[in-house]
């Protein structure tokens, strides 16, 4: 029971999820943190089990750096969004299945993607998405407003709008807003050489 959304900009991606962790009827956290950095260029923002998130994570991110050393060249978003879909499918299959819905959001030479990852292992890309118990709230907000020609900051504020929304409505989402901006590899190339001199 949550809400997260992702954006996909013309200048990177935007993440946002509320704060609350449910336990049933019982508001178990208050500040519990869903959206999870991978690296500089790629984050997952998590509805569900919890736990099942963080290990699939864990995982994810240790194979995925285990595949660049050996190839030599970094992972694009949609190859380390098919290796989190596939660890979701391998649980599926061996009857432990990992109770989570993700939206994989990440940067790379083509640009922003946001892709969606079920406890099945399927997985679509999209402009935008949300999941968890809020996310048809949050649906109607992102359908009315957004368009292709957006920036980062007014991704931001329209994810904060959604994830808003539904906190009015939806039991299971509330207690706060986190939003994550990944901006495209040439603003971090930039960022990165504004920081040095």
Do not use: C, W
């Not at 809400?3 to 013309?10: E, S, Y």
């Amino acid at each position: 029971m949550t809400t997260i959304v992702g954006i996909k900009t013309n200048e990177g991606v935007v993440l946002g999820s509320d704060k609350r962790a449910s336990k049933g009827f019982f508001i178990g956290s208050k500040i519990t943190q869903k959206i999870a950095k991978i690296d500089d260029t790629l984050a997952v923002a998590i509805a569900g089990q919890l736990s099942d998130a963080e290990y699939m994570i864990k995982v994810a991110k240790a194979e995925r750096r285990l595949i660049e050393i050996r190839r030599g060249f970094p992972l694009t978003v949609r190859e380390s969004a098919r290796l989190i879909a596939n660890l979701a499918y391998a649980g599926l299959k061996n009857y432990q299945p990992y109770f989570v819905e993700l939206l994989v959001a990440g940067v790379d030479a083509e640009g922003g993607h946001i892709l969606a990852a079920d406890m099945s292992g399927a997985l679509t890309e999209e402009d935008f998405a949300s999941s968890g118990s809020g996310s048809p709230i949050a649906y109607g907000v992102l359908e009315s407003v957004y368009s292709k020609d957006i920036t980062n900051e007014q991704a931001k504020n329209i994810a904060t709008k959604a994830v808003a929304a539904a906190m009015e409505r939806d039991p299971g989402s509330g207690n706060g807003i986190d939003v994550l901006v990944i901006p495209n590899l040439v603003m971090i190339t930039e960022e990165k050489k504004r920081r040095s001199n």
